[in-house]
């Protein structure tokens, strides 16, 4: 994610959950954004991230994202879940509003408050780059953030006067951010096809999934569920606005894939590490991570495991027409992930190389 929501640090990008691997160095530093979910196969751990609303079987970073199927920090089927580290304790749910860790499958997912502590992002520079997509093209006021997480980008494009709804599979996630990021109203939602009947069918003027939330898709029927249920959400004309990794730079390049990557930081007195390892799963088309957690509490080491689906430019603009979708914008930066990062006022570039990829897309009125 060049640097992406999540953990570790991409070497092109400027932090977050889902930039891990590749440089090998050990970071200290709080990275300032936020981890992406992931959705893995049953039976897997994931990581924490970033929702996107989106599908989450098991989770994988900050934002939580589908239910059954998924790659990312939830349990099965169910909210996002951590495997037990230092205060955490396996079978517990984290307190996202006394921020002491519990129980659960996933260290950061499970904890929002560690989470925001790790990943802070005082300058909101994913929901501003959202603002300025929507106001270029003149989005109306409705929008869905598909993978809030905690809550924070959803509540900037409040700020800005939108009425926003923030979705959701983590339930840690959305009590927290309801309690520290109110304004937005926030639903429990699935990534692979949320239902337009508790949501409203053309309800919204533009649906918001970043940190590639939407990469939490690893199957072609769970992308075709994703975008039929973002065409249903939209009134016509409305758009999808979309930030992710880019599965075309892994054609050639190994930067990301030749050496773990190691992150370390302190919260509440406890010293946490994390090691994550990326590899490229060409038969399923994902992108997998292995990290593996320690503590210096004594607690055991724990792996965790999540996945994104590598998609392709030109994949991406096929899927897009299939569900009457016109791409406006579609490019590798600058973005809020990418090094040097968006800038008010700068535009959107034409090329689609490096290892982010952006996205405006426009409900046409029919298919």
């Known amino acids: 994610m060049s640097a992406t929501r999540g953990g570790e640090v991409y070497p092109h990008a400027v932090g977050g959950e889902e930039a891990d691997g590749g440089s090998g160095a050990v970071t200290t530093e709080p990275v300032g954004c936020e981890p992406d979910m992931a959705v893995v196969p049953p039976g897997e751990w994931a990581d924490a991230g970033r929702y996107g609303a989106a599908a989450r079987c098991e989770r994988e970073s ?4 589908a239910a059954a199927g998924g790659d990312g920090g939830l349990d099965a089927g169910g909210p996002g879940g951590s495997t037990g580290i230092g205060d955490v304790r396996p079978g517990g749910t984290g307190n996202s ?4 860790p519990h129980a659960g499958r996933n260290l950061l997912t499970d904890n929002p408050a560690l989470y925001e502590a790790r990943f802070p992002d005082l300058d909101r520079l994913a929901g501003r780059w959202a603002e300025d997509c929507l106001r270029r093209h003149g989005a109306g006021p409705r929008v869905l953030d598909m993978g809030c997480g905690t809550g924070r980008d959803a509540a900037h494009l409040h700020a800005a006067g939108r009425t926003v709804t923030g979705a959701d599979l983590s339930e840690a996630m959305l009590a927290h951010a309801r309690a ?8 429990r939602a699935d990534l692979h096809g949320f239902d337009v009947r508790d949501l409203g069918r053309d309800a919204f003027d533009a649906v918001v999934c970043l940190d590639s939330s939407l990469l939490y898709c690893h199957t072609n029927d769970q992308l075709d569920g994703f975008l039929a249920s973002c065409r249903h959400a939209l009134a016509p004309g409305g758009l999808l606005v979309a930030e992710m ?3 075309a730079y892994f054609l ?19 010293a946490y590490r994390s090691t994550t390892t ?14 593996v957690w320690t503590a210096d509490d004594g607690s055991p080491p724990v792996e965790q495991r999540s996945a994104w689906r590598l998609l392709f430019p030109q994949e991406l603009r096929h899927l897009l027409a299939a569900h ?3 791409v406006l914008e579609l490019h590798d930066g600058p973005g809020p992930r990418t090094e040097p990062p968006w800038r008010e006022g700068e535009l959107p570039g034409t090329a689609t190389d490096a290892d982010r990829l952006h996205l405006v897309a426009r409900r046409r009125h029919t298919l």
């Not at 520290?180 to 639903?187: D, K, L, M, T």
């Open 278 to 291: 990326l590899t490229v799963d060409r038969t399923a088309q994902l992108l997998r991570r292995t990290r």
């Open 62 to 65: 900050g934002r939580t994202i």
């Open 97 to 100: 509003v006394s921020g002491a």
């Open 252 to 270: 050639g390049r190994t930067d990301l894939l030749d050496a773990p990557s190691v992150n370390a930081f302190t919260w509440h007195g406890t």
């Open 180 to 187: 520290h990021h109110p304004g937005p109203a926030y639903v």
């Open 324 to 326: 009457g979708f016109e």
């Open 245 to 247: 990794r880019n599965g």
